[in-house]
T-cell receptor, first 111, second 110 residues
Framework: EPEVTQTPSHQVTQMGQEVILRCVPI?????FYWYRQILGQKVEFLVS????????KSEIFDDQFSVERPDGSNFTLKIRSTKLEDSAMYFC?????????FGPGTRLTVT | LAKTTQPISMDSYEGQEVNITCSHN???????ITWYQQFPSQGPRFIIQ???TKVTNEVASLFIPADRKSSTLSLPRVSLSDTAVYYC???????????FGTGTRLLVSP
C-alpha cells in the first residue's frame, strides 16, 4: 500500500533557528497538507496546497511558516524562526480521490 | 463546518463489538461523515466515510439514521490493537481541511 513518508522522525532545534520538515506524498496525489499536534492536544490544520499554491491556511500558519514543493516528489514545511510553542508533532498528508493519507509525523522539539 | 460531539472515552474487552456514536445536529445537506483512527505518536488513519444509511468495509461499519444528525461507528470483535483515539468529522465529500475534535479514546482490555 502506498504511504506518505516524512523526515526526520525527530528534530531538535534551538529557539530562533530555522527548520525544514520534509514529506514525500503519495505519488499520484495532487492535494497536500500539513497538520500539527501539540502533545496531549487536538490535531490542528495548518495549510493545504494544490497546483503549486496554498489553497487554505489557518491562523497558526503565520509569516514564520512557509511551504514548498521544490520538485515532483517532496513537500516541505519551513519554520523560519522557531519558538518554544512550535514544539509538536507535525503531520504531512496527501489526498487523491477520497481520504487524506497521513504520514508518521516529525516530532519537533524546540529548546 | 458542523460541530461534532462524541464520548471522551470508552472501555471494552477483546472480542466485543464497540459502537461509538457521534452527534452532528447541524450537518449540512452536502456533508459526509468520516471517521479517522489515531494511535499514539502516529498520524490519523482513515477508517470509513458515509452519507446515509449504512456503509461497511473490511474494518468497520458506519450507521447513519435518516435524519443524519448522528452516526455510529461500529467495530466488530475488537482486539487490543484497536486501542486508539477515534475521530468523527463532518464536511463535504472533498473537504480539504480536516477539523479534528478531541475524539473518543477507546481502551480495549484483555
Amino acid at each position: 500500500e502506498p504511504e506518505v513518508t516524512q523526515t526526520p522522525s525527530h528534530q531538535v532545534t534551538q529557539m530562533g533557528q530555522e527548520v525544514i520538515l520534509r514529506c514525500v506524498p503519495i505519488s499520484n496525489h495532487l492535494y497536500f497538507y500539513w497538520y500539527r499536534q501539540i502533545l496531549g492536544q487536538k490535531v490542528e490544520f495548518l495549510v493545504s496546497f494544490y497546483n503549486n499554491e496554498i489553497s487554505e491556511k489557518s491562523e497558526i500558519f503565520d509569516d514564520q511558516f512557509s511551504v514548498e514543493r521544490p520538485d515532483g516528489s517532496n513537500f516541505t514545511l519551513k519554520i523560519r524562526s522557531t519558538k518554544l510553542e512550535d514544539s509538536a508533532m507535525y503531520f504531512c498528508a496527501s489526498k487523491g480521490r477520497q481520504e487524506q493519507y497521513f504520514g508518521p509525523g516529525t516530532r519537533l522539539t524546540v529548546t | 463546518l458542523a460541530k461534532t460531539t462524541q464520548p471522551i472515552s470508552m472501555d471494552s474487552y477483546e472480542g466485543q463489538e464497540v459502537n461509538i456514536t457521534c452527534s452532528h445536529n447541524n450537518i449540512a445537506t452536502n456533508d459526509y461523515i468520516t471517521w479517522y483512527q489515531q494511535f499514539p505518536s502516529q498520524g490519523p488513519r482513515f477508517i470509513i466515510q458515509g452519507y446515509k444509511t449504512k456503509v461497511t468495509n473490511e474494518v468497520a461499519s458506519l450507521f447513519i439514521p435518516a435524519d443524519r444528525k448522528s452516526s455510529t461507528l461500529s467495530l466488530p470483535r475488537v482486539s487490543l490493537s484497536d486501542t486508539a483515539v477515534y475521530y468523527c468529522l463532518v464536511g463535504d465529500k472533498d473537504f480539504q481541511k480536516l477539523v479534528f475534535g478531541t475524539g473518543t479514546r477507546l481502551l480495549v482490555s484483555p
